[in-house]
């Protein structure tokens, strides 16, 4: 439904950074029909979330981390490794901003798309030069934990999920399951590997060890990249795919401290040379159609197709191809999260 609408808007004065007022506006728009996220509300725009002195961009760090859209039917969300590019140029060109908080929950994702959100954090504070302080919260590992590990500072609660330093590929043999139904595979193909991991069959030795090495190169350099942002986590046990609490994680050297965002804040504000003691400000980056209100306002990042409308059986969707991941699972079909 379409219609005009008196909307009530409460917006910053832009006049100067500092400004922590808000005048009330009246406008009278016409309501559009969009999901909660979309890039159709325009590109990101700093809203404030907590008023005070320096001002401290909080960039999210959540859900699984995919380079590919969350979108379709009764879906809402974005691709999470476009968004938080853009989030980054956002707060690299913002003058305001002393300093950024990521704040992570993620419980990892694709190998790739974590690299390179590590690679463009490490970018941003070549660039920016400001601090960078990681808050875990519910969960943040694999891939996840790669990128807070890139940080001047990690903080994690107590309860936090933390870890799962690890490679996996979910491959399913469904040669069975297929008899069942009179499913006969009678592919063609060119070249010995063409079809490797396919589901129609059992992986043979050859094919095992080839993508066995895949997973061993590519936990070599997950491993390398954590140890050079945190030395003291030298424990052989910290990349052998365990999780870890907080403060377990704290006595392993992959955390500095334990906290909460609020901890993670003052931390940014101090490390930025700006003071501390005073409550610091914060700043979100949002689409004109999604709202934050506190610092831990959320922004939608759920495909819905895939959250049980219909029945789903681990890798019969081939469909949704697999990819090397660096996440903590426990479950079999995460990778339908994905939404491809």
């Given at each position: 439904?379409?219609?005009?609408?008196?909307?009530?808007?409460?917006?910053?004065?832009?006049?100067?950074?500092?400004?922590?007022?808000?005048?009330l506006k009246t406008k009278v728009e016409t309501q559009i029909d969009f999901?909660?996220?979309?890039?159709?509300?325009?590109?990101?725009?700093?809203?404030?979330?907590?008023?005070?002195?320096?001002?401290?961009?909080?960039?999210?760090?959540?859900?699984?981390?995919?380079?590919?859209?969350?979108?379709?039917?009764?879906?809402?969300?974005?691709?999470?490794?476009?968004?938080?590019?853009?989030?980054?140029?956002?707060?690299?060109?913002?003058?305001?901003?002393?300093?950024?908080?990521?704040?992570?929950?993620?419980?990892?994702?694709?190998?790739?798309?974590?690299?390179?959100?590590?690679?463009?954090?490490?970018?941003?504070?070549?660039?920016?030069?400001?601090?960078?302080?990681?808050?875990?919260?519910?969960?943040?590992?694999?891939?996840?934990?790669?990128?807070?590990?890139?940080?001047?500072?990690?903080?994690?609660?107590?309860?936090?999920?933390?870890?799962?330093?690890?490679?996996?590929?979910?491959l399913y043999n469904l040669r069975d399951t297929m008899q069942l139904v009179?499913?006969?595979?009678?592919?063609?193909?060119?070249?010995?590997?063409?079809?490797?991991?396919?589901?129609?069959?059992?992986?043979?030795?050859?094919?095992?060890?080839?993508?066995?090495?895949?997973?061993?190169?590519?936990?070599?350099?997950?491993?390398?990249?954590?140890?050079?942002?945190?030395?003291?986590?030298?424990?052989?046990?910290?990349?052998?795919?365990?999780?870890?609490?907080?403060?377990?994680?704290?006595?392993?050297?992959?955390?500095?401290?334990?906290?909460?965002?609020?901890?993670?804040?003052?931390?940014?504000?101090?490390?930025?040379?700006?003071?501390?003691?005073?409550?610091?400000?914060?700043?979100?980056?949002?689409?004109?159609?999604?709202?934050?209100?506190?610092?831990?306002?959320?922004?939608?990042?759920?495909?819905?197709?895939?959250?049980?409308?219909?029945?789903?059986?681990?890798?019969?969707?081939r469909a949704r191809m697999p990819t090397f991941l660096s996440l903590w699972?426990?479950?079999?079909?995460?990778?339908?999260?994905?939404?491809?």
């Amino acid at each position: 439904m379409r219609g005009a609408l008196v909307a009530l808007f409460l917006v910053p004065l832009v006049a100067g950074c500092k400004s922590d007022r808000f005048v009330l506006k009246t406008k009278v728009e016409t309501q559009i029909d969009f999901p909660p996220v979309s890039t159709t509300a325009g590109r990101v725009k700093p809203v404030v979330v907590q008023g005070g002195e320096p001002r401290i961009a909080i960039i999210d760090v959540d859900g699984l981390l995919m380079n590919t859209p969350f979108v379709g039917p009764l879906s809402v969300g974005e691709n999470p490794m476009g968004l938080f590019r853009e989030k980054l140029e956002a707060a690299a060109y913002d003058p305001c901003i002393r300093a950024v908080v990521l704040r992570v929950n993620s419980p990892g994702g694709g190998v790739a798309a974590c690299n390179q959100m590590r690679r463009d954090l490490n970018k941003f504070k070549e660039r920016k030069k400001v601090p960078v302080v990681a808050c875990l919260q519910e969960a943040a590992c694999g891939g996840a934990y790669l990128i807070a590990s890139g940080a001047d500072q990690v903080v994690a609660g107590p309860a936090s999920v933390t870890g799962g330093l690890g490679v996996l590929l979910n491959l399913y043999n469904l040669r069975d399951t297929m008899q069942l139904v009179n499913v006969i595979p009678q592919g063609v193909k060119a070249g010995k590997f063409t079809d490797i991991g396919t589901s129609s069959r059992a992986l043979t030795d050859e094919e095992k060890a080839l993508l066995q090495a895949m997973a061993t190169e590519m936990q070599e350099a997950l491993v390398a990249d954590v140890k050079r942002s945190r030395p003291a986590a030298t424990d052989a046990t910290c990349y052998d795919g365990r999780i870890f609490t907080g403060k377990q994680a704290q006595a392993k050297g992959l955390v500095d401290s334990v906290g909460d965002l609020d901890d993670a804040l003052a931390l940014a504000a101090q490390l930025s040379g700006c003071g501390s003691g005073a409550r610091p400000g914060a700043v979100m980056y949002r689409r004109a159609n999604d709202s934050a209100r506190s610092i831990y306002a959320v922004t939608a990042n759920v495909p819905l197709q895939g959250a049980g409308l219909l029945p789903s059986l681990p890798g019969l969707e081939r469909a949704r191809m697999p990819t090397f991941l660096s996440l903590w699972q426990p479950e079999l079909a995460l990778e339908k999260l994905t939404g491809k």
